[in-house]
């Protein structure tokens, strides 16, 4: 594998891109379903080259349903981290809020046993994060990671894993995992597919009091995005909506238009954020602007490294471009920000 790609139009029978060196690319990045920027252009992952890929891939590539639930809204970036440190890739995430009704809908398997309407009303008190994630084995790996679903057995049996460390009891043990591949695929479609407008786990955006943060693709590739969302965490903030979201070079251009001709930096900016996918967070806390920019530090990670080191910019940020994380400038933007990406989402 030399990071080499290149592309074929089997419509026009043409080579659409000679091979090329792409450094940012690797094999585990191609999946079916996956998004694959090359060049600041979103490619579909939707079908196998051949049958010798296919079988390939079909063997080892496997997708399954993740999902925190509410007892572990505060330990969230600590299990992305851990998630993303086990090897698994998450392909999608979003913060969603179940009802009683889409809670039934989603554990209709349990309806009608004794447990049921405490899980119910446990799953539908707070907001969860779902997440698809894909990895070799991803169903059976997920489930070992996450250990046994009595949180006092996990503590006894397997102490290292997610509900061992997290877990509190049989209902509140702090994740959920898919336990076959008709589930997974039943899960991921309930909480992903479809119209967004009407599927049924929509956003928990309020759009309003709040700031935007865009953690940089960067950060997601070196596995640092659930250290960014502990460290958010800790700082006292709210995180009161979350998705992942692979942006199209236009709509980056239309967001940071007022930068262009202001910012040095502008081009490589663009770029940088259209090749890879970003995770959006609504953070909310009072005067949640002036408070997360300052949370935040300096725009230059150099300079927050030497003037504010305490801050998210002087901890992750590596240059001008690659500087952690986007977040709102002015007051009155922070409604506005949070609805151009929540709205469509």
């Known amino acids: 594998m030399d990071n080499s790609i290149e592309m074929y139009d089997k419509k026009m029978c043409r080579v659409f891109l000679k091979r090329v060196e792409v450094p940012a690319i690797k094999l585990s990045d191609f999946y079916l379903g996956a998004k694959v920027t090359i060049f600041s252009r979103v490619m579909l992952v939707c079908e196998y080259g051949d049958v010798a890929t296919q079988m390939k891939q079909v063997v080892e590539r496997e997708s399954t349903f993740a999902m925190i639930k509410p007892d572990s809204y505060q330990n969230m970036g ?7 440190a ?13 009802t ?8 209709a398997e349990h309806v009608g046993r004794d447990f049921f309407p405490n899980l119910q009303e446990f799953m539908a008190s707070d907001v969860c994060i779902g997440m698809e994630l894909i990895a070799d084995n991803a169903i059976s790996k997920w489930r070992k990671f996450i250990g046994p679903t009595n949180t006092a057995v996990a503590k006894a049996e397997a102490p290292n894993s997610i509900r061992g460390l997290f877990g509190t009891d049989g209902t509140k043990n702090a994740v959920h995992g898919s336990d076959s591949p008709t589930s997974a695929a039943r899960e991921i479609d309930f909480w992903f597919g479809g119209d967004p407008s009407t599927r049924p786990m929509q956003t928990t955006a309020v759009m309003n009091n709040c700031s935007l943060c865009i953690i940089k693709p960067h950060i997601i590739k070196n596995g640092q995005a659930g250290q960014v969302i502990d460290m958010i965490l800790q700082g006292g903030f709210e995180i009161s909506a979350c998705e992942m979201f692979s942006m199209s070079r236009p709509m980056i251009e239309e967001f940071y238009g007022v930068y262009k001709g202001v910012l040095p930096e502008y081009l490589p900016l663009i770029e940088h954020i259209s090749n890879g996918p970003t995770i959006m967070l609504e953070i909310r806390q009072e005067d949640a602007v002036a408070a997360f920019r300052e949370f935040v530090g300096p725009y230059d990670p150099e300079i ?15 240059d001008r471009v690659k500087n952690a994380v986007h977040c709102t400038d002015l007051p009155e933007d922070g409604g506005l920000e949070c609805q151009y990406f929540f709205d469509i989402l």
């Open 78 to 84: 600590k299990i992305i981290d851990a998630i993303q």
């Open 100 to 107: 009683k009704e889409t809670a039934e809908k989603f554990y």
């Open 86 to 98: 086990e090897g698994f890739q998450i392909n999608k995430m979003k913060m969603s809020k179940f």
């Open 304 to 318: 927050a490294k030497h003037l504010r080191s305490n801050t998210m910019r002087a901890k992750f940020g590596q």
